[in-house]
């Protein structure tokens, strides 16, 4: 049976407003302010939301591997009524602020302790970060072919097809299993979870693993000089009127080239 | 009907607010009790009682927005060292009451006896509707976030559960890809917590005419931000009540600045929809309020954080509705059991879920879910605590319906007697009758910016309704039903248009509500901008021809409220 593991961050939200945003100047980290809750990154969700549409059409196994200072139950939950065969969750404070090589490098051992996989999918980037390194840190790790960008994924016979989003077009790809890809919000819409999915979730056993479990060390190799909340520029909001979407286009690349943007 | 997929509960509760929280909560706590009792003396245990909790909002707290400066006593008796573990911001610590004029502040020389706070404390209820949430998980109650209840179901005239709304349904109706249709909870009891004009509450309501021989429901609307100001600039625990600018005097309400931790400060302003001018905006009026000198003195220099607005309902003993049916029970402000003298319903609607949970624990040990068995909850209710407060304030909005100073006489004299007041009972009208003309308030259907009280907005102390409804958060899915049905259009651009011009396009503090004027046909069309919608609750209330339904969107829509 094919496996597919599927690696999702939960981050603040990003659709929080930016006014209850704060860095904190002293240590150079942001302050998640106390009740904002976290999401399933975005990106991360096309990911699974892929591996689910693989699941549809043939017999699969879905792991979800979430990995950080803490991970809210309920989200851990919520791959559950997703779709996901087993969720692995691995929490510990020293994953608060990682850098992109020692993510890499935890989410690398994760992955062997899982062992036997065909497809490692994750998001083509963070929701909160958004530097887009973790996946090619991974795939060198453990030495896999890697495919990014990708927005729809069709494994068969020991090699997987992966149509790529590029900037003129669509290029597809094939790749050696076992690989790993990660997904563009070009995935398309994602599914949502029933009530009754979400009851079940509830449940079932979440895998708890500490970071002695996957064997964790940091290896830092970054570090983040300063970090700020950029002063908001004023936005002057033009809204282009049509009939209809045509018109709306013409309308609009029309504005765009007045003021010099086209 | 179509059939769908059913799911049974022994206990579910409609709305993750203060009341359904605390009451499923205790009732954890109370099966728990039982259980232990049993086990040491013998009787029957309550086993796997499953309780669930639906709640709209994209989480628990998103929806849940207040003032607030809360009384302690109900949520000590539910969770006893909460004074240690609640997300408190501060214990009231000092407290005044100012009368306004445009440019001045004066001082009543003493707080009234039921805007005294000693003991009480400044809390943001976003927060601890979300620290209660994750209490009642704990303890085992499953609560449902982003999925809204939007049909009751019956059998009979019994409530049998609610049907939860579907999800991925395009603008025409039609499913999406991601179609995922709603399914029917049943219970053996169904609690109705939506809060203000709770939209399932509602049907019920008027379905089962709970509300026979009662005073018609009123409402007031808040309109609030959450500023950080300069350290120093206010101390936490610091309550301020005013009454005057910039409200007329005929206008009930009042502004409310509350000093929160972290030199953060909650300002808000609350209107009484039963007003009578057509060009009120409460969200402006809220604007001016902050222009007041000892406002903008206290703001200056700050930033705005979160910004919101919610009804509460106002109407008081008299109007509160029956309580229980055969299997469904109403608590908190879904119930109006706000007390609108102290302008408070945080505790009163704690106590009603406590309540309605120690009845259900009764009704579920008898196997008996009846009215009649039910009904021990809202004769406990109203013989408790929550009850004689309720009735001690039962005329007190009601002496207000002639404007303010009307009504500090008579709420005055009505608190020195106990609540009575010259006549015994004072009636009301619902909100949605109470405007006037737009000639007969300003001799004109056109007023000018002058005459309505306009300002312009500078982006720094004062913001936009656009501006400011960027703070709250909100979104919802943009490819939905509009979930503001406008009954009749054609009432828009004619009758509402030519007597009030369009008060929705004023009344909504998001808004919502928008005339558009077709230059070349010069026709009027209104337009929804319903992905703005703050599920506050105004437009159900307020609209003259009870016109616009409120119901329930695509789960998870609304505002993100973090300290509201
Ligand atoms: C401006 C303002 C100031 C106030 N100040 C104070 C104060 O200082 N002190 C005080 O004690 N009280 C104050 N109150 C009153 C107090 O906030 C309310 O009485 C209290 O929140 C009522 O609690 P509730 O649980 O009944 O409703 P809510 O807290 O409103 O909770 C109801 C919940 O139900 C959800 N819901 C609604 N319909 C559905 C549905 N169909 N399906 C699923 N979910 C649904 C909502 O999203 C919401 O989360 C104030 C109110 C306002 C508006
Ligand atoms: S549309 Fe109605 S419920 Fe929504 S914000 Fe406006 S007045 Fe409130």
């Known amino acids: 049976m094919m496996h597919i593991i599927v690696c999702v961050k939960m981050v603040m939200d990003p659709e929080m407003p930016f006014s209850v945003f704060k860095v904190d100047p002293e240590s150079n980290k942001p302050i998640v302010p106390d009740g904002t809750s976290a999401v399933l990154s975005t990106f991360d969700e096309c990911a699974l939301e892929a591996a689910l549409r693989i699941k549809d059409g043939q017999d699969c ?133 029933s009530l009754k999915d979400m009851m079940k979730a509830k449940k079932k056993k979440i895998v708890k693993w500490s970071a002695a479990d996957i064997g964790f060390e940091t290896v830092e190799r970054m570090q983040l000089k300063t970090l700020f909340v950029p002063e908001m520029p004023v936005v002057d909001c033009q809204i282009i009127e049509g009939d209809d979407d045509g018109e709306k286009g013409r309308r609009l690349a029309r504005a765009l080239a007045d003021q010099g943007l086209l | 009907m179509e059939d769908r997929e059913i799911l049974e509960v022994d206990v579910l509760f409609v709305g993750a607010g203060v009341a359904s929280l605390s009451g499923a909560l205790h009732l954890m706590n109370r099966i728990h009790d039982h259980n232990e009792t049993v086990a040491s003396g013998g009787g029957k245990p309550l086993e796997d009682i499953s309780v669930a909790v639906l709640e709209k909002g994209a989480y628990v707290g998103a929806h849940n927005l207040s003032g607030a400066v809360m009384i302690p006593d109900a949520l000590k008796a539910l969770v006893p060292d909460a004074e240690k573990t609640a997300p408190l911001e501060a214990e009231v610590a000092s407290e005044d009451v100012l009368f306004l004029t445009r440019d001045r502040a004066l001082r009543f020389p003493i707080t009234p006896p039921f805007l005294q706070n000693h003991g009480a404390y400044v809390i943001s209820l976003s927060r601890l509707t979300q620290w209660l949430g994750d209490l009642a998980e704990e303890s085992g109650v499953d609560i449902f976030p982003g999925f809204a209840g939007t049909e009751v179901l019956y059998e009979g005239r019994r409530v049998k559960g609610v049907r939860t709304g579907d999800k991925g349904v395009d603008e025409e109706g039609r499913p999406k890809s ?108 809220f604007q001016k309020f ?201 009432i828009c651009v004619t009758t509402c248009w030519e007597t009030y011009r369009s008060p929705c396009t004023r009344f909504c503090p998001a808004k919502v509500y928008e005339m558009r004027l077709d230059e070349e046909t010069q026709q009027r069309e209104l337009v929804v901008n319903f992905t703005n919608c703050l599920h506050c609750k105004t437009c159900d209330v307020k609209d003259p021809f009870d016109n616009i339904t409120w119901v329930p969107p695509e789960g998870e829509g609304g505002p993100k409220y973090t300290m509201v």
Not at chain 1, 117 to 129: E, K, P
Request: proline share 4%; with cysteine.
């Open chain 2, 178 to 285: 991601t179609f995922e249709p709603g399914i029917d909870l049943h219970a053996k009891v169904t609690v109705f917590g939506e809060g203000t004009r709770g939209s399932l509450a509602k049907t019920l309501i008027r379905k089962h005419r709970l509300n026979a021989g009662r005073n018609a429901e009123t409402y007031i609307v808040g309109v609030k931000e959450v500023w950080e100001v300069p350290e120093g600039r206010i101390e936490p625990g610091k309550v301020m009540h005013t009454a005057g600018y910039p409200l007329k005097p005929d206008t009930y309400g009042g502004g409310f600045v509350y000093g929160m931790g972290g030199n953060r400060v909650t300002i808000g302003l609350i209107v009484g929809l039963d007003y009578r001018d057509p060009a009120m905006d409460p969200h402006r009026e």
């Open chain 1, 61 to 193: 196994k879905i792991t979800a591997l979430s990995l950080g200072a803490e991970l809210p139950k309920s989200l851990l939950q919520k791959l559950y009524a997703l779709g996901a065969d087993e969720v692995i969750g691995i929490e510990a404070p020293e994953f608060e602020h990682l850098d992109a090589f020692s993510t890499a490098n935890a989410l690398t051992r994760a992955i062997e302790k899982i062992g036997d996989f065909d497809l490692v999918f994750m998001g083509r980037q963070s929701a909160d970060w958004e530097a887009g390194l973790v996946w090619a840190g991974v795939a060198e790790a453990l030495q896999l072919p890697s495919v990014s960008l990708v927005r729809e994924a069709t494994p068969g016979d020991g090699k997987v097809t992966a149509v790529r989003c590029v900037s003129d077009g669509i290029e597809a790809v094939e790749a050696d299993m076992p690989a790993l890809l990660t997904f563009t919000s070009e995935v398309g819409e994602i599914r949502f979870c």
């Open chain 2, 290 to 490: 902050k222009l007041h000198p000892r406002m903008a003195g206290l703001l200056a220099g700050g930033r705005l954080l979160q910004y919101g607005a919610k009804t509460a309902p106002v109407g008081g003993y008299f109007a509160i509705p029956e309580l229980a049916v055969d299997g469904g029970l109403l608590v908190g402000d879904s119930a109006h059991l706000f007390n609108s003298q102290k302008i408070k319903g945080i505790h009163t609607a704690q106590h009603s879920g406590m309540l309605a949970a120690e009845t259900i624990l009764e009704a579920l040990l008898a196997d008996d879910f009846s009215q009649s068995r039910l009904a021990g909850y809202p004769s406990r209710l109203l013989a408790g605590d929550a009850g004689r407060e309720l009735y001690r304030a039962r005329n007190f909005h009601q002496a207000f319906h002639r404007g303010l100073y009307w009504g500090v006489l008579r709420g005055g004299v009505q608190y020195l007697l106990g609540g009575r007041d010259w006549n015994k009972r004072l009636y009301t009208t619902p909100d949605s009758e109470s405007l006037e003309a737009m000639h007969a308030v300003y001799g004109t259907a056109d007023p000018t910016d002058e005459q309505t009280g306009d300002i312009s907005y500078d982006g720094e102390l004062t913001f936009t309704r656009e501006a400011d409804n960027y703070y709250s958060g909100v979104s919802h899915e943009e490819n939905q039903p509009c979930h503001l049905q406008v009954r009749d259009r054609q």
